[in-house]
C-alpha cells in the first residue's frame, strides 16, 4: 500500500505493470549499447593511471559521460566514442625505446650495467613488433621478458613524471641499471583478459554454487570489580635442617632446595560491564563458470614495491629523490597483445554481494535505497579480499601510541563501527566491466557447492529436455 511517508514508491505511484515493462526494456537497451563505452580500454587507464600500448596499434577511444552528451548521442554513447591520445603510448614511440636501449643509437637509457648478461638473447639488429610480443606473452626466457619489461616501464614512467625533455636522465640509466641486475623481480605482471564477447548458448554460464557470510564490525567497552581473600600455611623442610644444629655448612648447601608442607586456601568474586556497538554485513558469494567466444590477453606492468623500496635503500644509486617523482606523478603501462582470440575459454568467476538485512516491523522502509547504504556488488576474488583486508583494519600500535593512550585514552564516538564501514567503502569502486583478472591459485577461495561433487557435473541434468540430455556436455574446456 502506498504511503506519503515512504518515499521510494511514490515513482511507482498510478504505475501499471506494461508501464514497467516498457521502462525495463529502455533500461536494458541503454545498458547493453552502453556498456562498451563504460568498460572501455581508456576508462580503465584512465581510472588507475596507467597508459595503454597495443601490439596493433590501436588506439583507445573516449566519450564524456552526462546526460546532455547521452541525450545527443541518442542514449548510445558507444557510437558516440572517439579516438583520443590521452593515456597512449604509441607503438612507435615504445618500438624506438626497445630499440635505442640496445647500445646502437643512444637515447636516455643507454647505460646498462652487465649488459653481457643480456645480450645473447636481447641483442639484434633490431626487435620488430613480434618480438616484443613474443617477450612478453610468450618468453622463450627470463632475461628477454625482463628486458622488454623494464625498458617499457622505466621509459613510460620517466617520461610522464619528468614532462621536460631530458629531465630525470641520470634517474632513468640508474633505475634501467638496477632493473635489469636486480636478484629481486621488478616488475609486476597483472594478467586480464580483455573480453569482447561471452557465449551466447545455454551452457556458456553455469552456476557453481554459493555461499553466505556475516561480517561483523564493532567495538567494546567493559568495566569490572575484582576482590580476593587467601591464607596459606606451611613448613620448608630444609630450613627446618639448618635450625637443628646439623651446620651452618650444610643448612647452606641445602638452601637453594626446597620441600614444603602447608595448606592453603582462597576466596575470589568478580563482576563486570561490557558494552559493545557494532554493525554486519550480510555478504553473498556466487560463483559462476563463464565461457569466453572473443577476447585479448593484456598486461599491466608496474614496477614491485619491494622492488623500489630496496633501490630506495641502495647505496649504489642516489634516487631518494626519484622514488616519490616516480609514485606521484609516474604512470604505469597497460599492455595488450594485439591479438583477438576466438578459441573458447571457460574461466571461472566470483560474484559478491554485500548488504544488511532488515526485519519486519522495522522502522526504516526497506525498500528506500537511502536506507541501504552499504550495498555494494563486486566482482573478482582480488576486489573481495581488497575490501575484507579494509574492513579488518587495525589502528597501528607503536610504544608511542600504547604510552600515549595509557595516560590519555582514545575516545572513540558512539557510532565508530558505523563511521569505519564509511570510510572503507569511500575507498571501493566496483568492479571495472569488460577485463577479467587471471588470478593465482593462492587467490582462490574455497571449493563451491558443484565444483566438490563427484556424482554429476551437470546441474541442470535434471530440468533438462530429454532431446538435451544427450548432447555432449560442451562446458568443460579441452
Given at each position: 500500500?502506498?504511503?506519503?511517508?515512504?518515499?521510494?514508491?511514490?515513482?511507482?505511484?498510478?504505475?501499471?505493470?506494461?508501464?514497467?515493462?516498457?521502462?525495463?526494456?529502455?533500461?536494458?537497451?541503454?545498458?547493453?549499447?552502453?556498456?562498451?563505452?563504460?568498460?572501455?580500454?581508456?576508462?580503465?587507464?584512465?581510472?588507475?593511471?596507467?597508459?595503454?600500448?597495443?601490439?596493433?596499434?590501436?588506439?583507445?577511444?573516449?566519450?564524456?559521460?552526462?546526460?546532455?552528451?547521452?541525450?545527443?548521442?541518442?542514449?548510445?554513447?558507444?557510437?558516440?566514442?572517439?579516438?583520443?591520445?590521452?593515456?597512449?603510448?604509441?607503438?612507435?614511440?615504445?618500438?624506438?625505446?626497445?630499440?635505442?636501449?640496445?647500445?646502437?643509437?643512444?637515447?636516455?637509457?643507454?647505460?646498462?650495467?652487465?649488459?653481457?648478461?643480456?645480450?645473447?638473447?636481447?641483442?639484434?639488429?633490431?626487435?620488430?613488433?613480434?618480438?616484443?610480443?613474443?617477450?612478453?606473452?610468450?618468453?622463450?626466457?627470463?632475461?628477454?621478458?625482463?628486458?622488454?619489461?623494464?625498458?617499457?616501464?622505466?621509459?613510460?614512467?620517466?617520461?610522464?613524471?619528468?614532462?621536460?625533455?631530458?629531465?630525470?636522465?641520470?634517474?632513468?640509466?640508474?633505475?634501467?641499471?638496477?632493473?635489469?641486475?636486480?636478484?629481486?623481480?621488478?616488475?609486476?605482471?597483472?594478467?586480464?583478459?580483455?573480453?569482447?564477447?561471452?557465449?551466447?548458448?545455454?551452457?556458456?554460464?553455469?552456476?557453481?554454487?554459493?555461499?553466505?557470510?556475516?561480517?561483523?564490525?564493532?567495538?567494546?567497552?567493559?568495566?569490572?570489580?575484582?576482590?580476593?581473600?587467601?591464607?596459606?600455611?606451611?613448613?620448608?623442610?630444609?630450613?627446618?635442617?639448618?635450625?637443628?644444629?646439623?651446620?651452618?655448612?650444610?643448612?647452606?648447601?641445602?638452601?637453594?632446595?626446597?620441600?614444603k608442607v602447608g595448606w592453603s586456601s582462597s576466596m575470589s568474586e568478580s563482576d563486570g560491564t561490557s558494552i559493545?556497538?557494532?554493525?554486519?554485513?550480510?555478504?553473498?558469494?556466487?560463483?559462476?563458470?563463464?565461457?569466453?567466444?572473443?577476447?585479448?590477453?593484456?598486461?599491466?606492468?608496474?614496477?614491485?614495491?619491494?622492488?623500489?623500496?630496496?633501490?630506495?635503500?641502495?647505496?649504489?644509486?642516489?634516487?631518494?629523490?626519484?622514488?616519490?617523482?616516480?609514485?606521484?606523478?609516474?604512470?604505469?603501462?597497460?599492455?595488450?597483445?594485439?591479438?583477438?582470440?576466438?578459441?573458447?575459454?571457460?574461466?571461472?568467476?566470483?560474484?559478491?554481494?554485500?548488504?544488511?538485512?532488515?526485519?519486519?516491523?522495522?522502522?526504516?522502509?526497506?525498500?528506500?535505497?537511502?536506507?541501504?547504504?552499504?550495498?555494494?556488488?563486486?566482482?573478482?576474488?582480488?576486489?573481495?579480499?581488497?575490501?575484507?583486508?579494509?574492513?579488518?583494519?587495525?589502528?597501528?600500535?607503536?610504544?608511542?601510541?600504547?604510552?600515549?593512550?595509557?595516560?590519555?585514552?582514545?575516545?572513540?564516538?558512539?557510532?565508530?563501527?558505523?563511521?569505519?564501514?564509511?570510510?572503507?567503502?569511500?575507498?571501493?569502486?566496483?568492479?571495472?566491466?569488460?577485463?577479467?583478472?587471471?588470478?593465482?591459485?593462492?587467490?582462490?577461495?574455497?571449493?563451491?557447492?558443484?565444483?566438490?561433487?563427484?556424482?554429476?557435473?551437470?546441474?541442470?541434468?535434471?530440468?533438462?529436455?530429454?532431446?538435451?540430455?544427450?548432447?555432449?556436455?560442451?562446458?568443460?574446456?579441452?
Open positions: 500500500k502506498y504511503s506519503e511517508y515512504f518515499g521510494s514508491l511514490r515513482h511507482l505511484c498510478n504505475s501499471h505493470v506494461d508501464d514497467l515493462i516498457a521502462r525495463e526494456e529502455k533500461y536494458r537497451f541503454i545498458y547493453e549499447v552502453n556498456i562498451p563505452a563504460v568498460g572501455s580500454v581508456y576508462n580503465l587507464t584512465q581510472a588507475y593511471g596507467m597508459d595503454f600500448l597495443s601490439l596493433a596499434d590501436e588506439q583507445p577511444k573516449s566519450v564524456t559521460f552526462d546526460g546532455p552528451t547521452l541525450e545527443k548521442c541518442g542514449n548510445n554513447l558507444t557510437n558516440c566514442m572517439r579516438d583520443t591520445n590521452e593515456n597512449w603510448l604509441p607503438l612507435k614511440t615504445a618500438m624506438d625505446a626497445i630499440n635505442k636501449n640496445l647500445g646502437r643509437t643512444g637515447g636516455i637509457l643507454v647505460t646498462i650495467k652487465k649488459w653481457l648478461n643480456y645480450a645473447p638473447e636481447v641483442k639484434r639488429e633490431a626487435w620488430t613488433t613480434e618480438d616484443l610480443r613474443t617477450a612478453l606473452f610468450n618468453p622463450p626466457n627470463g632475461k628477454t621478458r625482463r628486458y622488454a619489461s623494464c625498458v617499457l616501464v622505466v621509459n613510460n614512467l620517466i617520461s610522464t613524471a619528468f614532462k621536460k625533455p631530458g629531465s630525470g636522465a641520470y634517474g632513468a640509466r640508474a633505475l634501467m641499471d638496477y632493473c635489469l641486475s636486480s636478484s629481486q623481480e621488478p616488475v609486476f605482471f597483472d594478467h586480464k583478459l580483455r573480453v569482447f564477447k561471452t557465449g551466447q548458448s545455454e551452457d556458456s554460464y553455469v552456476f557453481l554454487g554459493g555461499y553466505q557470510m556475516n561480517i561483523n564490525v564493532g567495538q567494546s567497552f567493559s568495566v569490572g570489580r575484582s576482590t580476593g581473600w587467601s591464607a596459606s600455611a606451611g613448613i620448608e623442610g630444609f630450613d627446618v635442617v639448618g635450625q637443628l644444629g646439623v651446620g651452618k655448612v650444610i643448612g647452606a648447601i641445602l638452601k637453594p632446595l626446597s620441600a559493545s556497538e557494532s554493525t554486519y554485513l550480510v555478504a553473498q558469494v556466487a560463483k559462476f563458470r563463464v565461457r569466453l567466444d572473443e577476447y585479448e590477453s593484456c598486461y599491466g606492468l608496474s614496477l614491485n614495491n619491494n622492488f623500489l623500496n630496496s633501490l630506495a635503500l641502495s647505496d649504489e644509486y642516489d634516487l631518494m629523490g626519484l622514488i616519490p617523482e616516480l609514485r606521484r606523478n609516474g604512470r604505469n603501462l597497460f599492455v595488450c597483445e594485439g591479438v583477438v582470440r576466438k578459441d573458447a575459454r571457460y574461466v571461472d568467476e566470483t560474484y559478491f554481494y554485500f548488504t544488511q538485512h532488515f526485519t519486519e516491523g522495522d522502522m526504516l522502509d526497506q525498500a528506500d535505497l537511502y536506507n541501504h547504504p552499504w550495498l555494494l556488488a563486486l566482482r573478482g576474488n582480488r576486489d573481495f579480499a581488497t575490501f575484507i583486508s579494509l574492513i579488518r583494519k587495525q589502528d597501528q600500535i607503536s610504544f608511542w601510541s600504547m604510552a600515549t593512550n595509557t595516560f590519555s585514552p582514545e575516545k572513540r564516538n558512539v557510532d565508530w563501527p558505523l563511521a569505519h564501514m564509511r570510510n572503507v567503502y569511500k575507498q571501493i569502486v566496483p568492479s571495472f566491466p569488460g577485463f577479467y583478472t587471471v588470478l593465482d591459485s593462492h587467490e582462490n577461495l574455497t571449493e563451491f557447492p558443484l565444483e566438490m561433487s563427484k556424482t554429476d557435473p551437470d546441474m541442470n541434468n535434471e530440468v533438462r529436455s530429454r532431446d538435451r540430455r544427450s548432447e555432449p556436455d560442451r562446458r568443460t574446456p579441452n
